[in-house]
């Protein structure tokens, strides 16, 4: 095993995303940060760099100078992957780029902003057999991977509902036109794609839906709103959601909750019992039952499943977050590239693939076609 | 003022919902239990009569004997109202006799099977000029009762979304077959009606949207599951809101979601502010808002409406409950009764009427018709 | 069985204790209120007495007054036993009148001011072979029952460790000159008695750690605090307590600890398990252990013991507070009276008795010794 | 500035505080692990630094070896400062000996095994003008530093009243008999020094109440238990606390409290407001107050003090742990060290030093010795 090599793409000083990229990254030691395409202009890139302790030669201009020189570098210290932290907009072009150059890629989500482009990475990362990790990066909490672990196991027996919302507050106002560029890229369709606050973190709610229950959701019925003054994309959205096996549920996402910070929580009923999760405290996974009494199980802590011990660093009771649970998605890309670049079979590794981001995409796109038939169902497939 | 008589129809030993009546009428020492036709029989009357101590001449084989004959004895000691506690399609046969023979009613929910014989209620407290309470326990609650108050005193500013479900999992499995008797009547229609969660406790759930928000639901596109073996009503059901004023929101309930016991909860987002209350931890509104820290309200506590305050009986940090909740309902039915019967006036009385009747039976019927529509949406009105 | 006849002692209008145990003894349909001498002239006592709806005939003057004439009522008619529910000075001589007279006796806490009246009063008791209950009313909550019942049964092992606190906030100001009553006589020792608010809430804490756990506490070492202003009697205070079979612990009450309402918490800690119980919110009691996950108990939901459950009145989930626990006091009273009058032999009854009224006299006055001794240890026997 | 280079001492692969170390050390990218002797022999040393991905040149036999060879390589390659994440008999040699070579120090607490040791190591950091940190990690936390600044600037008022417990479970049973080498070197006072839960946990407790009340403990009353078979040093404790200014308090801690897995929580009572913090959901800091409801402050949420700003590095609602605060520790050491390299003056840095080393070590000796005289008050002066 060695250290892997990262390329970063997007991500600049001041960027929220790029920075939790370079953290989760670096937290378990197992890959560095030797380059990166950091900014629009060869001059913000070079500064990004210089601040990261970047040697200036490796802070490129753009995305294809680095890829293309990169890999004209000696194969023991150009970079391994690349890591795409751009709006969604420029996310399908370096990851393109990348896999046709020989490069694994690490790429934020949505993956892209069609689904043509999303099936056009696909099959190139069949082709070249290079790896892709998509960073949803719930499911790298360890609580998360208990639930799926139980309800793989079967301890829910059969699923029959499912309720998960994600509500952010932050762009209840007319955030964007006071110069909040977080906020600017996400309302404008052109950099967003067709959905707003569907794109941005409805798709973690599907993506972490399916993860958990292991269903895959079948059609959708949404209804879109749209609050903020003069926007064109969502910031809101209630859907009904339909599953295999006959589950149902109901998926709610609001960038306008007012004074929700990242309220993220799933619940999930079995036949025989069900279970609570919420983002903000991440480290209790509260589980009932039909017969006994209400069970909270922690990180590290009794009767848990080996795949959510491999995704504690430190004791019960000492609380990890979201930059570790980041760095799980890190952490089992690499694990899994290390074990590629020398030949080792691993398991089947824990971390989002090309093939969640097309259901990703698909998503967005079947919710904003729901929504234009006034809620009408749509189907995922 | 004096204790005004009350006599119950239904509620014989061993029911839940009898004894709920009883202990909340009787809190706070405004009402007394004179009189019931508590069963079937008249023995079992008889029997369930002695239990609570009343004379057996006025233990009632039947609702229609109960209601003549009181109708006959002095006034002073006559009963002066009915409550109405037996299952749903037994609501309102003796509530229009009671009004008819000139008695004051209190109803359980929901009001009636159908729309039309809702409105002859209504219509029949028009000309009667009788009272009538409907009784939706949970705007009974301190803590829900600040909450109206904040929304209509215009602190969350115009409401834009709204989330409420309402948990319970006591029907996971089919109960109904092993001689459980609140969940026999509950899955047979023609006692039920046409929903079964849904008129259980979806329409706890429309009620306190309505209480809370002010706001009306105008369309709802209903997504109904029928989980358990057999089941001819629905035990489970997801919806999309649409409010009056441009408001979204999403409602589920449950009787078959594993392990939870009574979980009762709304989210209400405003442009300024947003409140959450659990039911089942009764004693905190949390609040939250655009520009300050999370605050938690307490019954009794600082900051807050007169509604509110009227509404708790004991220090602040000392909880109330269920049946505290329960017996505001009363209070205030109490309270106005008692001034009407003098002839005073007093502000418009804060407990659910025949109108809320009407409105929650409508709510049902638009359900199982938006779910025979695959979704599709119906109006309310 | 019939219904109980109270005469109540203290409790005029505007009292809050009064109005409490006025709830509490009605709420299950056992006892009723026949007579008091609710207030220190006769002319409040009338009108507290009309408000309540009782004869002004038995409204009486005083204490001396009500029971004498009580006593001469025909056997059918007269009250049954006395509740004292004035202030702390107020205890010893009408218990012990009512006692000499033939009444039984419910008293609120602390049962007296010195020791040695508290003896007195054991030996009446003993030689009338009269009832008496002493109104703790936490330990009538059903999740500190099942507490109760989990330590006797051996689930948590040989215990080791106890954590009691109790904190309120409403004296960090001195109320007591502005007119607030409750403060007055609390902060008054000729009406408290050598403890302020040690004899008011730390009697509690002192209960619920010797009720629970099955242990006495054996010797103490108090710092107690007077904060307020001018305050001659501790209004906090902080514990070091030594229990039988070698347990440690300590307690903390305050009535200064700004913002608290009622924050009464216990954690208890043996070989194998521990427990945690916080009576804001009662209707939850947390459990750990050794090997298994955290496990969290509801009234009436599963895994409970007897005792617990005979402690709720109505489904799980469906929360009842601090008048269901004080009236689960007055319940398990009117049982066993119930049965004494009827010469039934029933179970020992679960309700605080005049033993433990001597034990929270020895407590305070052990506190308070110790206090003098700069916190050193003093023993409780 | 320049990314700085670290030399451990301790934290050979498989323990658990050098791995934390590592990862917080790493997490902003200021500083960069260049050398270890991590290891009691050189071949596990440099077994431990080949895992690491260290040249094996700087994986050295000894703290010594370390300290005199990495003396001698050039000044942009040396190590900058050492870290010290042995057992507690382990800190005082390798501590003086790296100051008296020209080394800065980062120490595990507590800092030394007597208070003499203590006192050497403070003149050496004043002698010499090296910059010393000992990795007190909770105040580290956002919502801790928010709750010192609360109290710094008076929002609660004068402090009357604190309540801490530090509370584990995981030696509840004997687990040093089984191989548990946390546990084995923690009981044994050649290792771990006159104080066992006292020194590894108390002391976080001591230092939390003295960094957010800004007070001093002046005197302890304290009762020492050993509940373990054949424990020699405690591994539970209740202490009386006095503070300056009348404040009193208790504090408790333990490590046989079965469940409780880091249960670390703090009170703090003023004349106008008080605050909570539970460090198993440290991102809450609960607030509460004469006037207004319950405020719950959150990192990077509304109305923070700068000091708690500059805690948090990603938004408000995902949350930060453990690694986290203990990474603000390194990185207030990293930016004090980089200014004091390049001659910058920066304000006094918010981090623990040799001074609360030294009143750590003195904590322990004095609850030591109260327990000795049966919990009569030591001075901790």
């Known amino acids: 095993?060695?250290?892997?090599?990262?390329?970063?793409?997007?991500?600049?000083?001041?960027?929220?995303?790029?920075?939790?990229?370079?953290?989760?990254?670096?937290?378990?030691?197992?890959?560095?940060?030797?380059?990166?395409?950091?900014?629009?202009?060869?001059?913000?890139?070079?500064?990004?760099?210089?601040?990261?302790?970047?040697?200036?030669?490796?802070?490129?201009?753009?995305?294809?100078?680095?890829?293309?020189?990169?890999?004209?570098?000696?194969?023991?210290?150009?970079?391994?992957?690349?890591?795409?932290?751009?709006?969604?907009?420029?996310?399908?072009?370096?990851?393109?780029?990348?896999?046709?150059?020989?490069?694994?890629?690490?790429?934020?989500?949505?993956?892209?902003?069609?689904?043509?482009?999303?099936?056009?990475?696909?099959?190139?990362?069949?082709s070249t057999g290079l790896l892709f990790a998509l960073t949803h990066n719930y499911p790298g909490s360890p609580m998360v991977k208990q639930a799926k672990a139980m309800v793989e196991n079967g301890d829910l027996g059969k699923i029959r509902k499912v309720q998960v919302h994600y509500l952010q507050g932050w762009m209840a106002t007319s955030v964007e036109d006071s110069g909040n560029k977080q906020a600017s890229w996400r309302v404008d369709p052109s950099k967003s794609g067709v959905g707003g606050a569907l794109g941005d973190i409805g798709t973690h709610a599907h993506n972490l839906v399916e993860y958990i229950t292991g269903l895959q959701v079948t059609e959708i019925a949404a209804d879109l709103g749209k609050f903020g003054k003069g926007r064109i994309l969502d910031d809101d959205g209630n859907i009904l959601l339909r599953l295999e096996n006959d589950a149902k549920g109901t998926m709610s996402f609001s960038q306008i909750a007012v004074g929700e910070e990242n309220n993220f929580t799933i619940r999930v009923y079995g036949e025989k019992g069900s279970l609570e999760w919420h983002q903000e405290n991440p480290n209790e996974l509260t589980t009932r039952w039909i017969d006994r009494p209400k069970m909270v199980y922690t990180p590290n802590g009794h009767e848990l499943y080996p795949l959510s011990l491999a995704a504690s660093r430190i004791p019960a009771g000492h609380p990890e977050g979201y930059l570790e649970a980041f760095a799980n998605v890190y952490k089992n890309f690499a694990t899994h590239l290390n074990a590629s670049l020398t030949d080792k079979k691993i398991e089947t590794p824990d971390y989002p693939t090309v093939s969640d981001g097309i259901k990703g995409v698909q998503f967005i796109h079947a919710a904003v076609e729901s929504d234009r038939q006034n809620a009408a169902w749509v189907s995922l497939k």
Chains 1, 2, 3, 4 share one sequence.
Not at 100 to 124: Q, R, W
């Open 1 to 126: 095993m060695r250290k892997l090599r990262m390329g970063m793409i997007g991500g600049g000083i001041g960027s929220f995303i790029g920075d939790v990229h370079r953290k989760a990254s670096g937290l378990d030691g197992m890959i560095e940060l030797v380059c990166g395409a950091f900014s629009s202009t060869a001059e913000k890139s070079k500064a990004s760099g210089k601040e990261l302790l970047l040697p200036e030669e490796r802070c490129y201009a753009n995305y294809e100078d680095m890829i293309l020189k990169e890999k004209e570098l000696p194969e023991d210290s150009r970079m391994d992957f690349v890591s795409i932290v751009t709006p969604n907009h420029m996310h399908f072009a370096p990851a393109k780029f990348a896999l046709e150059n020989g490069f694994h890629v690490v790429c934020d989500k949505p993956m892209t902003l069609t689904v043509e482009e999303a099936k056009i990475l696909e099959n190139l990362v069949t």
